[in-house]
């Protein structure tokens, strides 16, 4: 897990970042108020630190094959088995996130696959490797995601 984020400073570096991640040393410098080096010393120990994860595009799931979302409510068919359940489903490629949740499921998918029929066979694969049974609800339309709260990080 990744230190808590306690200088301004560096919430605002990672808040810069999260909204443009190809955003400059010298753009963050002028935004902070500090050298570029000083800059480059912070975002290199964000990066040590784990703060920061990498970097990536965002790109959009229909132009790349994509078009069907998913959440997928899994609970363990054997109790006993229940926190092996990710290390089983980890190496699913069409699942973006697993999660464990309170509540009536045990884990929450976000899944994003071509087809209806895709989505039926990663169903029957999840619960062929995990052991689960699954209640799936469809994404009909995506209105915002966001990455993390910017405006909390820069704001404290």
Same mark, same amino acid.
Do not use: W
């Given at each position: 897990?990744?230190?808590?984020?306690?200088?301004?400073?560096?919430?605002?570096?990672?808040?810069?970042?999260?909204?443009?991640?190809?955003? *400059?040393?010298?753009?963050?410098? @002028? /935004?902070? #108020? +500090?050298?570029?080096? %000083?800059?480059? $010393?912070?975002?290199?120990?964000?990066?040590?630190?784990?703060?920061?994860?990498?970097? *990536?595009?965002?790109?959009?799931? @229909? /132009?790349? #094959? +994509?078009?069907?979302? %998913?959440?997928? $409510?899994?609970?363990?068919?054997?109790?006993?088995?229940?926190?092996?359940?990710?290390?089983?489903?980890?190496?699913?490629? @069409?699942?973006?996130?697993?999660?464990?949740? %309170?509540?009536? $499921?045990?884990?929450?998918?976000?899944?994003?696959?071509?087809?209806?029929?895709?989505?039926?066979?990663?169903?029957?694969?999840?619960?062929?490797?995990?052991?689960?049974?699954?209640?799936?609800?469809?994404?009909?339309?995506?209105?915002?995601?966001?990455?993390?709260?910017?405006?909390?990080?820069?704001?404290?």
């Amino acid at each position: 897990m990744a230190r808590a984020l306690d200088d301004p400073i560096d919430r605002l570096i990672a808040s810069l970042l999260i909204a443009d991640g190809r955003s *400059t040393l010298k753009s963050l410098a @002028e /935004a902070t #108020g +500090l050298s570029v080096s %000083a800059v480059q $010393a912070r975002v290199r120990r964000l990066e040590t630190d784990g703060v920061i994860r990498g970097y *990536t595009a965002r790109v959009d799931p @229909e /132009a790349v #094959g +994509l078009p069907l979302a %998913a959440i997928i $409510a899994i609970n363990p068919l054997d109790p006993a088995h229940e926190y092996d359940i990710p290390d089983r489903l980890n190496g699913l490629l @069409e699942i973006e996130s697993c999660h464990s949740v %309170a509540g009536e $499921a045990s884990f929450i998918l976000f899944v994003r696959v071509a087809s209806p029929t895709t989505l039926e066979a990663l169903i029957r694969e999840i619960r062929r490797r995990a052991n689960v049974s699954t209640q799936t609800t469809v994404v009909l339309q995506t209105f915002f995601e966001r990455q993390a709260a910017r405006s909390e990080l820069s704001d404290k």
